[in-house]
């Protein structure tokens, strides 16, 4: 079985893997990478555009893929760089096992669907654990 997804579907669940996940890739010795410049610049667009109201980190990082943007993740431990960019979240979320993607679906997520679909869209399938 094959489950596709729309690219708005794709975003809001690789959204909802970042803020449930994202401090968890720290345990493969992974972590994420940017232009602080472009963060610091999208930042300052989202509260500009919308005044009164908080702006999460993710909500950030969601907004430089629109953008057009890339983020990375470096493995600490092998020196290498793998990039995120709103095409591979397009097409890759949709690739995460099915077990995990359906509870994402379905709002029954937690801290190993966000890690699966993390790992699908950084490495294009789950291999750790």
Known sequence: MKIVLTEQESEQY???AMCNGLNELAYYDLELDY???EFSSTKHKLGVA???IMVCYEDILMEMLREGKSLWIV???EDERFPITLQLVHERVQ????MH???SINERGDATTADCI????IYGEVIYG
């Open 75 to 77: 493995d600490v431990n």
């Open 95 to 98: 690739e995460t096992p099915h």
């Open 118 to 121: 993390l790992q699908t869209v």
């Open 35 to 37: 232009n602080e410049n």
């Open 101 to 103: 993607l359906m509870d």
């Open 50 to 52: 919308s005044p009164g």
């Open 14 to 16: 690789f959204f909802d």
